[in-house]
């Protein structure tokens, strides 16, 4: 499964999670548990990697 697919799959979940009067069945439940524990592994990936980008260097500057 794409990362893309995982985030379509969780976006789906959540809307109809709302549909439902924000109640989960039990299927949906797990499916979500699982889609989210996908989800967090891609990012602690791309993190041990080197793949995100965390903000500007700030270098500071020395006036005279």
């Known amino acids: 499964?794409?990362?893309k697919e995982v985030l379509l799959q969780l976006k789906d979940?959540?809307?109809a999670y709302r549909r439902q009067g924000f109640s989960w069945?039990?299927?949906q439940r797990v499916q979500?548990?699982?889609?989210r524990k996908?989800?967090?592994e891609r990012?602690?990936?791309m993190h041990k990697n080197g793949l995100v980008w965390k903000g500007p260097n700030k270098k500071?500057?020395?006036t005279k």
């Open 43 to 45: 990012v602690a990936y």
């Open 13 to 15: 979940l959540r809307e």
């Open 32 to 35: 979500y548990e699982k889609l």
């Open 1 to 3: 499964m794409t990362p």
């Open 60 to 62: 500071e500057v020395k």
């Open 38 to 40: 996908l989800r967090y």
């Open 25 to 27: 069945h039990a299927d």
